[in-house]
């Protein structure tokens, strides 16, 4: 009988644990929403999805190319695009027309949109937008916008981190515009229970002489016309994505210039497509 069978097995080593993959399931999420819980439901999904696949980024192939392929999926296909909002007079215009202005008090702005007596109403767009054909509580509000930031981030990571190429960099410039299309439409809403001071001021129904905010995307138009898509659906949200941006940027009215010409120049760069904020004090 063999009396060093200890010294052998420890030449052998420890037991070599196997590592232990978490399943992704990645049919969590749903194909369609037609709810703001749906809605949730898939944003909150995606989610932990992301963050089980980033933490088993050593032991699962493909981890980047299949978050990103997520995100994509759910901003191309599951979350519906916020439609174009209404054009709309500013406020004291409508108040001047409310009081039968004259054209000289109005400044060219007779007959432009089309709007009621309320002057302190919020362009809302028609009931048929899935984002506003229901009221919204603050909490859904609060929620929405911190999934869409998280999910936001996670894609950035992704995409940053793998090679690009002609046929994702399209959809890598579209998924963002998408998600910022939603985070816009989702903060100009009032909150049935708690509005916030932030959502009102942004979307211009605080109360005294405020106007919307809002940010051009005049570049996307010029660098996506160009670009290589490969989807029908990435095709037809760039045209909805220049649509509900052209309205939004239709809410504004042009600088105020405190000097001779620098009103032309604020218009020569806006001409040019220069991306930014705007807002009417």
């Known amino acids: 009988m063999r009396r060093d069978l200890d010294a052998v097995l420890a030449l052998a080593g420890g037991e070599v644990v196997p590592p232990i993959v978490r399943?992704?399931?990645?049919?969590?999420?749903?194909?369609?929403?037609?709810?703001?819980?749906g809605a949730l439901a898939v944003l909150r999904h995606a989610a932990q999805l992301c963050t089980v696949i980033s933490h088993q980024a050593g032991r699962m192939r493909n981890s980047y190319a299949l978050r990103a392929s997520l995100l994509e999926h759910i901003a191309a296909r599951v979350l519906p695009l916020p439609l174009p909002l209404p054009p709309r007079r500013p406020k004291h215009v409508a108040a001047a027309l409310a009081q039968g202005g004259d054209d000289e008090a109005l400044g060219g702005w007779r007959g432009v949109g089309e709007w009621d007596s309320d002057v302190d109403a919020a362009a809302e767009p028609a009931c048929d937008c899935f984002w506003w054909r229901r009221g919204m509580r603050a909490a859904t509000q609060l929620e929405l916008l911190r999934l869409l930031s998280l999910?936001?981030?996670?894609?950035?990571?992704?995409?940053?981190s793998m090679n690009p190429t002609v046929l994702s960099d399209a959809s890598r410039i579209l998924t963002f515009a998408s998600f910022a299309a939603l985070a816009d439409a989702v903060v100009r809403r009032t909150a049935s229970d708690c509005p916030s001071a932030f959502s009102l001021q942004y979307s211009g129904a605080a109360t005294g002489p405020s106007e919307p905010y809002a940010f051009t995307v005049d570049r996307l138009r010029d660098e996506s016309a160009t670009m290589r898509l490969h989807d029908e659906s990435l095709l037809a949200n760039r045209t909805r994505l220049l649509d509900y941006f052209a309205s939004t940027k239709a809410l504004l009215l042009p600088p105020i210039a405190d000097e001779a010409g620098a009103g032309s120049?604020?218009?020569?760069?806006?001409?040019?497509?220069?991306?930014?904020?705007?807002?009417?004090?």
């Open 23 to 37: 399943p992704v399931r990645l049919t969590l999420v749903a194909d369609s929403v037609s709810d703001y819980d």
């Open 151 to 160: 999910l936001s981030r996670h894609y950035a990571t992704v995409v940053l």
């Open 265 to 281: 120049e604020a218009a020569e760069s806006d001409a040019d497509g220069d991306d930014g904020m705007w807002a009417v004090a």
